[in-house]
């Protein structure tokens, strides 16, 4: 791309000739439809204030621990990356600064050759800010005054851009005890900003702050959270007020994925224990697996999607966390295993109707040998699409050849971009489209689909989320 | 397919065009080769018999965990597939239950997009009984009608099939107590249909009927299986009757793949603690990896072939077990591990001279990890091909790149159909030609074998089979 | 390549037409770049020496553990293959013997299509020895000749070859007690070739022969090593040795990546018992961790790159270790885990300015889950190219599909041929550079990248190693 200044227009179709006019056909017809956001991280006080965009660096470098962890990788601290210690408030950077942390990211622009990071990165530039200049050293300084000058212009705040990229719903991660006024104000001005329901921490009974937790949940449910039972219900009250404001989802993120129940007194007995301090770390895991199994049987109730993103290491550089807090891009993936820890969720709900189970992973191991088989029985399975880490050109066409064969496409999740970094939904679900269109292609060059059926599975994929999170 | 309503005759064959006429030539030498099928499950009765198959539901849908899985995915519970509950006496379907079941199977046809059940159908429906008409909910009454006049002509009945499958030998797969009488005949009428020694039930102390089927065994055999070796010896018995009547392998599937040897004493111990029925699930599966080791002991000196299929968690839904019992689309793979679990049999027989052990894995990662290796070097180890979940397109050339690498063509064990799908046999051997003859053409076109190379090997994988099962 | 007799010059490029002329393009510009071999098995000594190699068998067949073992598992007992038994001293095999052994490659050949023993060694035949016949039982006898006639021709000795390979620089492996003095020979000779420190048997107390590897080590650094911080001290001795004779790696490999530290009095305590040796396996398993982690720390302090070679169980059929020692086919690879083996070793030393840990995985299934994201954040830590059973084109592909999205191709080791074979050296290596720019011709064609940029990237990779080994 750098080459010509312009994306190509074929950009990630495949270059076989027998595949890439079947590839465009198939791209060119769900190329503008509009996107669904299931699942991401954008903060909806950002769409209610509509303020402009500071500067490029705060918007495009400092957030997106993608951009940042290969920056470290090659060098460069955090704090010159913009990235405040925790405990600090999180300031936005001088000009000087802005441009200093825009800087870096241009002279070492080439370490991200091959990544989807410089795909996703040049597309904004070119596609939404009109630079198609490489970034390099040289180019720092120009690159920085064009993008700062559209972020200047009433075009590019935050509602404007919603509208231009056509977002039709754009979900949100919220802390339970958020009371989602930014939401039903968005909602109110005919944004569809949906909430999404994120327990993680109140399910983890082994994480220092656990008891502040309860006492926030038990202030904003209404519910004494001194016992397990309590505990569930509370979460439970405050799933109600999430689907009053427009969720359909609830968000589960845990370092396995086990759902093993307790008997009612052994949880008690744990949840003392833990409010106490004294659970051991095998006894809060124990809980956790029982609080989340209770989700699961909330969800059968109120009707919640239940997405689950487990196998992450959190924070694997204790020096960096203890530094600059969660989120700075050292979470390692670990091995994942589905088939024993989802089986007693699947036995008591994976049949039930309406009941959804979206199931994402950062081990591609699972896709073949247990994700795809267990969506291809469990009518509530939804195999979720490359997540973090793995939500990359070639990694889709993985997981599309590693699971479309035991489960079909009508199981599949859909696209989600899980991004912070409002900028790059765009690009992000342009390059689903693109690398969807080259899998479809290759089957109907393998004469294993009509060029016509491709395309109906084609525009399928683009509004399969909205059956996968009820949206 | 359904575009032109006729199978393309280059189908699956690799559309760039440096490989397609290679990929061609290669295939159209082995196209007509007839077919080897050293394990499956067709019923031998069915050949015995040789009446006339019923419907099309109760031929090509219920039996068929491939097609009812996916379809229970989609919402269609079982019994509306024809699966009667566990305990009531299988019945064939009416002619409108039959009719109802094809109705829903063509329905939700489109859910099959992308999966080797869509091929497999399509293929036999165009090929064999001449329906090239798409499944829809529009065509469904056209197609059963089609279908059912053919299955009433006498060249549809299992035995006239049998002959122009083409097939040279059909491998079943039976218990150790069976008579082998449907064998026995069908071979004194010229069929080489070969039972295969299946012990698993007798193996595994840990399943509530492990005592009755002591009993059974202990009639069969006339020999007492009161104690360890007196089950092995009993098992021993009925592997000679089974080679009397044409056997030439025994096969395992097991929950993990360990051959850990006990002492006599230990194995013995826990034998009467199993028969007492206070065994625990480690002793159990302890005494079960000791008793696989005792039948590769037996292999080496009654020369049946080993065939291991393990790493599948049987029954995943409890309450569609109790419901429907067994085999009915919930099996989901697990982890494997190969390299610990085999080393005590290999340490003892895996250089033993005419011993044969082949390895089939539905989790991927052994593939290159352990199998590949382990193949390279031992003279008794054949890699086999990818089998249930993986006996698909794309999941059978990421095998042939992952293992033969390492382990080159002459260690793997040959195509497998694994089918209870009859009808279904030339459409999977004819499918795991293509995607041979197209890994073989990549590999001419990148100058790593000669075409006259590539066409040896094709025409050798077609004959794998015959050496890796002794056939 | 038999087909035609001679290696065809686009061997291993893909043959999509869309790709080949860029892939072309990309690997001409490296082609006849030097080579850095910062890892292999050559012994210093036959450089030293440069003595004419013996005959085509013992420098070909015998000593190379990828030839033997695909021999063996075609049912050639190692002997046959010139295979000495352990305690035997190692004897040249006489002419005739060596023959018989040629003579039984020549016989299996065809076993090797597929394989890369195939390709290197026609790649050498033809390109080194001027044999374009392919290898069968009928050409056995001229082939013999051929190669051995250039065998006795000067320019076939070791430091010509050395010189003809445009090898700039070769690393051996070493263990710590060797004086080097090969080195400082060969160095002082113009021949950049480096020892690397290679501890492993003095950092693993399971194993029978510790106590007195302690005792050899003790006097080599005149340093006590009855304690484990003397055996650190000692090592830390014999690692400035081998800096001060032109080291600049260190190289590991053991069973797992562990790295748990121990307290100083328990690592004393378990030193103690295991030079006793009534260390259990579990505590000879946690010193061990706890030395490789003072090896990191060593690393710190003098600056020696530390490679990781971890998940192969060695010499898994005890018959044959028993019989011909180690190295002998029979090494094989168990599932490798990094995230939370190295945890504490990153914790402590993963952003310690200039520290660099090369970390290589037979295990595939690490590459995208862990070994990516980990070098993705850490400055320190280098993802290794593909090592043994992978050293393959299809595996080295799949590796760069694997890893550069996410850590970009700034974070890769440089290929590393890893051999004990001195001529497949220049073939090694050229395999990986067509393979890279086959890689990143896709990306090209796919407009993922510039075709300047690539070719940028290309030259990058062949001089990787020396950044990422110090040389």
Redesign the interface.
Known sequence: ????GT??P???????????PIARRLYEAVRDAPIVSPHGHVDARVLLDDAPFADPASLLVTPDHYVT??L????VPLELLGRRPAGVASSPPSEAEARAIWQRLCERW???????V??WLEHELADLFGVDEPLSAASAERTYDAVAARLAEPAFRPRALFRRFRLDVLATTDDPCDDLAAHAALQAAGFSVRPTFRPDPYLEPGRPGWPAHLTRLAKAADTDTGTAAGLVEALSVRRRHFIENGATASDHAHLDAGTEPLSASEAERIHRSARAGTATPAEAAALRRHLLLEMARCSCEDGLVMALHAGV?RG?????TERFGPDT??D????L?L??SL?PL??RF??VHGFHLVVFS????VW???L????????S?YAGVPWW??D????IR?FH??V????????LSGFVDDTRAFCSIPARHDMARRIEAGTLA??V?????????AA??AAGLVSQARTAFKL
């Open positions: 791309m750098p080459a010509t994306p190509h074929d950009r990630l179709l495949p270059p076989d000739p027998a595949l890439r962890r290969l470290h990788a090659d060098g080439t370490r991200f050759r091959g990544t989807p410089r795909w290491l694997h550089h204790g020096p960096t891009g050292h390692i993936p670990v091995r295993e088939t024993r089986r699947l036995e994976g049949t950062t081990d591609e191991t073949s040998r247990e795809a088989p267990l969506a291809g029985f469990y009518p399975v880490f793995l990359a050109p070639d990694a993985r050849e590693a479309t064969e035991t489960a079909g496409f009508s199981r290759r089957l060059a393998e004469h294993r689909l009509g060029e016509d059926e109906e599975v």
